[in-house]
């Protein structure tokens, strides 16, 4: 791991100073403005390098570290972000929680642009992602069937309606492949399977942060109603950055109060995710693969 020169901010893996909850910001949310101390740490990790450096420092008093998901600039298609970089070097620094933050259309009258929807489950439809870290030797199944870490899930919750928007808890998030948005076939069939919110990010991020042990929850900010709505104007990139650019704003106020809301007892399922998942007996393991993954299963590997 190296860090930029710029700056004499240290990073204090798993001492009290580090920053053990991570901000991984969607379209239109490449920064964090209220934050303090800045760093940017670059972390080298099997999976090349991360979407951007890692930046350091202290939100709302806490130590937070932040991550713009596609890179600032907008450089990444939403296949194209390097996930599997993304997380394990998150986990490298000692990240615990993070709070990702998304753009999505809606399939629900009732979540309307604008809105914010904290949700509790996904369904992935993308064709074309790495998904896991497991192989090259390593086996391992890790429990999916909840993808939202519900406690932090709760803390965001809690702290998005006070925010002063309309705030939605649960709901299920489609991830399709993208770039391009939905036919309006594929949007009336996505409705009548009772998708609440469709965007092209969650996955693979939940499920690897899952495997990392790392809890996981969403602020997901819905920028249009996609195009089912027979009478609506169809969605169009003007009409999602005119309501992103709202979205952000909310974004960045929500996630400043909800770092010092978020539960640091890690008594959710999250925690310990791997825990029974790995089904490859240990000597059996290539020492090469052991090493790549040490940050996620060397406690496991003892």
Same mark, same amino acid.
């Given at each position: ?67 713009? /998901? ?58 074309? /992602? ?42 299920? #998030? ?125 406690? #496991?590997?003892?």
């Amino acid at each position: 791991m190296t860090q930029t020169d710029h700056s004499a901010h240290a990073v204090a893996l798993g001492s009290g100073g580090a920053a053990r909850l991570a901000v991984i910001g969607g379209s239109g949310f490449y920064d964090m403005p209220g934050l303090e101390d800045r760093a940017e740490v670059v972390v080298e990790t099997p999976f090349g390098p991360t979407s951007d450096p890692i930046v350091t420092g202290r939100l709302n008093g806490m130590p937070v570290a932040f991550l713009a /998901r596609h890179g600032r600039g907008h450089r990444y298609l939403p296949t194209e972000v390097p996930v599997r970089a993304n997380i394990y070097a998150l986990k490298s620094i000692g990240v615990q929680w993070i709070i990702a933050v998304s753009a999505v259309g809606s399939m629900r009258e009732e979540l309307a642009p604008r809105d914010v929807v904290i949700p509790d489950q996904v369904f992935d439809r993308t064709m074309h /992602r790495p998904g896991t870290f497991f192989g090259d030797g390593i086996v391992a199944h890790v429990g999916f069937a909840d993808p939202f870490c519900p406690h932090l899930s709760a803390s965001l919750g809690d702290v998005a309606s006070r925010s002063g928007i309309t705030a939605h808890r649960g709901g299920t #998030y489609v991830c399709i492949e993208g770039p391009q948005f939905s036919s309006r076939a594929e949007s009336h069939v996505f409705r009548q399977w009772g998708i609440d919110i469709i965007g092209m990010t969650a996955i693979p991020e939940a499920r690897l942060a899952r495997e990392a042990e790392i809890c996981y929850g969403m602020l997901a900010f819905v920028t249009d109603y996609d195009v089912w709505r027979e009478n609506e104007e169809a969605v169009t990139v003007e009409m999602v950055i005119r309501n992103l650019q709202a979205n952000v704003a909310a974004g960045q106020r929500i996630v400043t109060e909800a770092v010092s809301h978020v539960r640091h007892d890690r008594t959710c399922p999250c925690a310990s995710a791997l825990h029974g998942a790995i089904m490859t007996a240990p000597d059996r393991i290539p020492e090469a693969t052991r090493r790549r993954l040490g940050p996620i299963v060397s406690r #496991y590997l003892q």
